[in-house]
């Protein structure tokens, strides 16, 4: 979208380091998030619900609810009209109102996307609140103050940025003593583990992570032209920090919000040196490699926990496949590339945004968009603000999740009011009124999410072959 691609070479190197880091990260996010902190965990959970429910329960319902569920809106995602790729009928998302008035000027909507109408049952009804609370703000921004959450989401997404990035590190800051006691724990220093599981021993922890952080600092530098101060800043920002804000958030909400957070790192990346869109977007597709990465090992812990499952095994079974799926992603990017025609119209929301911030970026920090700074400065003080009110015991429980609140500002406001209405339904109306149990709504929910990734894959295959 900015210039030339990638090499296959280029792809394959780049998302082997950017795993590598992931992999080590995921050690300290496992102490914090897992072990020192009662997270809900809503994904881990719901595998591990499913799993208990089909294998030790073994209730034939569940599993026919599961596949019943899957196949229906697996369905539905391959025949929206989403992409232009459609059957007569099928919408993507219901507009409140017509687009020349009602909420539908401003951006509302409900987007009928099982992920979110379906997981919203995951992370609990607080959370959801939180996405209406931010939806509805994100409307009001369009209103009021010229944001414009119809356009280019570049226009739109400060406000929540700063409310997203702001409020995690006011938690990390509140929460210091927990973390650095967490990387003590994690390396031994001065003493015995406190891990009754230890992924890697403290030795093998230095080892891994130095192997780590030297491969990416040769690849970033000479096969990407970083410089040696920008790696450093994007090891130490993107791959701990903001990792611990991303995945956190998955951890109450299933949702990781390490893509969109990228735009942050781009930002960070123009300040030091970074200011061409190729460099650019390399700081941002370091974020979400190692985000993505290290997020999924330590969600996939919380399960393998549950099971008594090894967290080493765990931990060295997903190594191994790192540079298989590096190479078959690098090949199967390429193969993308020459079919460009045929793939088109997917609509690759973070890709494009990413790639508008890029061109921004590359002009200088001037030609941001109006406000830009404003927004961005006006949502980290909200974000401050309310992550110390959240803090508070007596308050938190009237308030509506913070990261909820954030995604909401990020999201499309089509996004944040379908896991609010998606919320609603699965909780108040089937959960309280309806009394379906927990394990079929859990079950429901799961299928929900696997249908919208099986189906947004097959959407463009079938495509291709003229069936839709």
Known sequence: MT???????DMALFGTVSSLIGLIMAIPLRNLLILKENLPWPG???????????????????????????????????CNNEDGFALPGFVAEIPLGSHAAGLA??????????????????????????FLVGASLLMAGSAFLGIEPKAAPHKYYWPGLGFLVASGLTVLALNWRTITGAMRSMLALGGKSEDPDPPLSGKMILAFGSVAFVSCALVLNLRFALNMVLVVVLVVVAGLIQNIIATRAAAQTNFNPARVMGILLQGVTALFGGKSAAVNLTGAGFVSGSGAQASLLTSDMVYGRAFKVPSRWQFWTQTLTV??????SAYMFDWILSN????ENMPAPVARIWAE?????????????????????????AGVLYALLEAVPAI???????????????????????FFVGGFLMWIVLGKLFKWSDATLTT?????????????????????FGLI
Do not use: N
Not at 111 to 124: D, E, H, N, R, V
């Open 44 to 78: 881990a959970r719901a595998v591990e619900t499913v799993i208990r429910t089909l294998v030790e329960k073994a209730d034939p319902r569940q599993a026919w609810i599961l596949v019943g569920s899957f196949a229906l809106m697996c369905a539905y995602v391959v």
């Open 340 to 343: 460009k025609t045929r793939f």
């Open 357 to 381: 911030s890029a061109k921004v970026f590359d002009k200088g920090f001037s030609e941001l968009p109006a406000g830009a700074t404003t927004y961005l400065t006006w949502g980290a003080v």
């Open 444 to 464: 429901i929910a799961v299928a929900a999410i696997v249908a919208e990734g099986i189906g947004g894959v097959l959407k463009p295959v079938l495509h291709i």
């Open 3 to 9: 210039g030339d691609p990638y090499s296959v070479l």
């Open 105 to 130: 000027a401003y951006g509302g909507a409900i987007a009928l996307a099982p992920f979110a109408i379906g997981g919203s049952y995951l992370m609990g009804m607080r959370t959801c609140v939180g």
């Open 323 to 328: 540079v298989p799926c590096a190479i078959v």
């Open 396 to 418: 938190r429980k009237w308030l509506p999740e913070s990261v909820g609140v954030g995604l909401g500002l990020v999201l499309a406001p089509a996004l944040g009011l379908a």
